[in-house]
């Protein structure tokens, strides 16, 4: 219900979370097209039970819930694809994701190898922005649990994401033109007739 008392109305809902959702579900799935399925299936569902929104003022807290009951619900019936049976056409690639900054495809990619427990808390945490208690209550699990599963993913995150970033530093560097100078040359011949 609304403040003056009428149904909250679903094209207020896409109007007001829509970009959250998507975000969200992107980091969650790590597709755009898988995003945009997810978040489509969470108003579907909230279209169903809207009813069920007693408090306009924590919509987003309800369709978060949504979106992650829905997310899990289609991982456990989810059997991947392999890659190698996808025809890809370059050309269809939208210019706009090509476009994004390594920093967020390098994000996607380390929580991509997240294990769903992981993921979890990652999302709970950061986007949802909720607390230690609130998390060992929406995931059922104790208090300690949710501090050793949030330090742990920080953790693998974290190296993931200095080795991504060694990786393109290694890759740029290979990549530059220069003329090394001949003290250099010199310096390198030596280190390697060394080892």
């Known amino acids: 219900m609304t403040d003056n008392g009428l149904p909250m109305d679903l094209a207020r809902l896409v109007s007001d979370h829509h970009e959250v959702l998507y975000r969200y579900a992107f980091r969650l799935t790590g597709s755009q097209a898988d995003a945009e399925d997810l978040t489509q299936?969470?108003?579907?569902?909230?279209?169903?039970?809207?009813?069920?929104l007693r408090d306009p003022a924590s919509a987003r807290s309800w369709l978060y819930t949504i979106l992650r009951n829905a997310y899990l619900k289609s991982r456990r019936a989810h059997v991947p694809l392999p890659a190698s049976s996808i025809e890809l056409d370059m050309n269809c690639v939208?210019?706009?994701i090509a476009n994004e900054s390594l920093d967020l495809e390098g994000l996607q990619a380390a929580m991509d190898e997240l294990s769903e427990e992981f993921k979890l808390v990652v999302m709970l945490?950061?986007?949802?922005?909720?607390?230690?208690?609130?998390?060992?209550?929406?995931?059922d699990i104790p208090l300690g649990t949710v501090m050793s599963r949030l330090a742990r993913a920080r953790s693998r995150l974290r190296s993931r994401l200095v080795a991504a970033d060694e990786r393109v530093a290694t890759v740029e560097?290979?990549?530059a033109v220069s003329v090394p100078s001949a003290e250099r040359v010199s310096a390198l011949t030596i280190r390697r007739g060394r080892s």
Do not use: C, G, H
Not at 125 to 139: D, G, K, T
């Open 125 to 139: 945490y950061y986007f949802e922005q909720r607390s230690y208690r609130e998390m060992a209550e929406i995931l």
């Open 94 to 96: 939208s210019d706009e």
């Open 41 to 52: 299936q969470v108003y579907l569902i909230a279209y169903v039970k809207l009813n069920q």
């Open 173 to 175: 560097n290979t990549n």
